[in-house]
């Protein structure tokens, strides 16, 4: 075998091995994870400008979405996000699309696909506070499900299927 193949073995086993020790992290209880007062302080603007606090939704069961318009995995979950909020209209469920994107953007897309619960700006803030639910890497969409109490009920890396989220927020409303 010659070295660059070596090389190039060595670099894919790593990639899966780092790839491996993500998803396990994910996968972990996410019950001992709480949205803490650094989330609940968070301020962020919506595509126009409007300032909204997270501190507003406490005490709701909220699904948090971090997503980008540029992210084909992002955009495809949304009709499932908008579906399910229109399931739980009227049980204190709430969703709010976190973007890590430009303000611009984000206002076409929700005019675009008709989005009808808040967008928010976030940018690198966005980042940090993915990093303090449950997700160092930054990668997207991460979702994340809020119950009442505060406690993180989900905790979800890539495309969120439509049935684990329903799953999410029957445990969530249950407690």
Same mark, same amino acid.
């Given at each position: ?14 990639? =899966? ?13 996410? %019950?001992?994870?709480?949205?803490? +007062?650094?989330?609940?302080? #968070? &301020? ?5 400008g ?10 709701? #069961?909220? =699904?948090?979405?971090?997503?980008? &318009? ?5 955009? @495809? ?5 908008? @579906?399910?909020? +229109? !399931? ?15 303000? !611009?953007? =984000?206002?076409?897309? +929700?005019?675009?696909m @008709? ?8 940018? +690198? &803030? ?7 639910? %449950? ?7 991460? &979702? =994340? ?16 299927p439509?049935?684990?989220?329903? @799953? ?6 249950? !407690?």
């Amino acid at each position: 075998m010659n070295r660059a193949a070596v090389y190039v073995l060595v670099a894919v086993l790593a990639l =899966v091995a780092g790839g491996l020790a993500a998803w396990w992290h994910l996968r972990a209880s996410a %019950g001992d994870l709480r949205a803490d +007062a650094a989330f609940w302080n #968070t &301020t962020l603007p919506d595509a126009d400008g409007r300032s909204h606090p997270l501190s507003a939704w406490r005490g709701k #069961t909220l =699904v948090v979405n971090f997503w980008a &318009t540029w992210c084909p995995p992002c955009r @495809a979950e949304i009709p499932d996000f908008v @579906a399910l909020r +229109a !399931q739980y209209r009227g049980r204190d469920v709430e969703f709010i699309g976190l973007a890590i994107d430009d303000a !611009q953007r =984000v206002a076409a897309f +929700a005019r675009e696909m @008709a989005v009808p619960y808040p967008l928010l700006v976030a940018d +690198a &803030t966005g980042h940090a506070l993915a990093e303090r639910l %449950g997700n160092p890497s930054g990668a997207l969409p991460y &979702t =994340v499900v809020i119950d009442r109490s505060g406690r993180v009920v989900l905790r979800h890396l890539g495309r969120l299927p439509r049935e684990a989220l329903a @799953a999410a927020l029957a445990k969530a409303l249950a !407690q």
